[in-house]
């Protein structure tokens, strides 16, 4: 029987509301500065898609690691789900960018994103869906997953794996990504190289996952209290020490925290229907929500109760409801516009044969 890992749901739609309140407030000019939740706490909300690639690297190893291992899979089967999954949203998307945008640079654009396949380029910064590079590096890692499974065949491969991704991550940081290798737009977590420990760390919690799930049996709120603690120290232990970047290893540590928490605990929160239901649509809302937030825009609800005080916030959380509830009816719109179409295409193809 399959295992199932309910509470990994509510992290994953902790994430997405995340980053969606994260770029709402990047993208307008409430008056709401000088406090550390506005200043500090909202703008760190963009290291939550380090959580989503640790999330694929522990989901894929849950779905398809001994299979893979066995060779008991179809690796046709396993590359064709993929874009069956991913593809017609996001093609949609695309094609709705276009359409707006409609230059050739769009068109040159769309054609690398279509096949996903942008996560290979030198430099993973699209501009017609500005969010779409996670989509280039997470499909990467979908594309090179069989590698990635002989190299989580056991936990000491996994541990040397990780070392030597860590490694690669700190010469990248420090020598790879300097002026005489990248351009100026050049982002290190767009590149898939700089972010494989992530999906290490994600394989590594998989392969541990009845180790954690015997430590949280038996010691639930100490496991939680160390993610809470490490939250608060993220914040306060500098990004360098001696000159020396720890920024990603912190950020690394502490969702490797919060994952393992969710590996080994049934928590009703976090497992909750209402979880269940924002995970399974957390990818399209990642991918649809700079659209939907610029309806909102262009309707004028961004500021209905005011720009600054009591009122700048009830702004903000009213355009963060209002860009969730959007995005909730064009995904659903978008899926139920599938299967009629399906059905229709079904019946004549009936009638034919």
Request: charge should be positive; proline fraction near 2%; hydrophobic fraction near 50%.
């Amino acid at each position: 029987m399959k295992e199932r890992y309910n509470s990994i749901e509510g992290l994953r739609v902790i994430s997405c509301f995340a980053i969606i309140a994260m770029h709402i407030l990047y993208n307008t000019s409430y008056g709401l500065s000088g406090n550390i939740v506005w200043d500090r706490i909202i703008p760190s909300w963009t290291w939550f898609v380090y959580l989503f690639l640790m999330i694929s690297g522990f989901g894929m190893c849950a779905g398809y690691l001994e299979r893979m291992q066995k060779g008991t899979i179809s690796m046709e089967d396993f590359y064709k789900k993929r874009y069956k999954k991913i593809l017609p949203f996001f093609g949609f998307l695309i094609l709705i960018a276009v359409v707006m945008e409609h230059s050739i640079s769009a068109i040159f654009e769309a054609s690398v994103e279509l096949p996903m396949l942008h996560g290979l380029l030198p430099n993973n910064h699209m501009s017609l869906l500005g969010v779409c590079w996670t989509l280039g590096v997470i499909f990467l890692f979908y594309l090179l997953f069989p590698f990635f499974s002989w190299l989580m065949k056991n936990k000491k491969t996994a541990w040397l794996t990780l070392i030597a991704s860590l490694w690669i991550n700190y010469v990248c940081e420090n020598y790879f990504f300097g002026e005489e290798y990248v351009t100026e737009t050049f982002t290190p977590r767009h590149s898939f190289i700089y972010c494989i420990p992530l999906f290490v760390a994600g394989g590594l919690i998989y392969l541990y996952r009845k180790e954690i799930r015997t430590f949280c049996s038996k010691f639930r709120w100490i496991a939680l209290a160390l993610c809470v603690v490490a939250t608060v120290l993220w914040y306060v232990v500098t990004d360098s020490i001696s000159g020396v970047e720890i920024f990603f290893i912190k950020t690394l540590l502490i969702f490797s925290l919060w994952l393992s928490y969710a590996v080994g605990v049934d928590s009703k929160f976090l497992g909750c229907k209402f979880m269940r239901y924002f995970s399974g649509i957390s990818m399209e809302m990642y991918l649809a929500q700079m659209i939907i937030f610029r309806v909102v825009e262009k309707l004028g609800l961004l500021y209905v109760f005011g720009n600054s005080g009591v009122g700048g916030w009830i702004s903000f959380a009213f355009s963060f409801i209002l860009t969730v509830v959007g995005l909730v009816v064009f995904i659903q719109g978008f899926r139920l516009a599938v299967k009629i179409f399906t059905k229709i295409k079904d019946k004549k193809f009936s009638k034919t044969v």
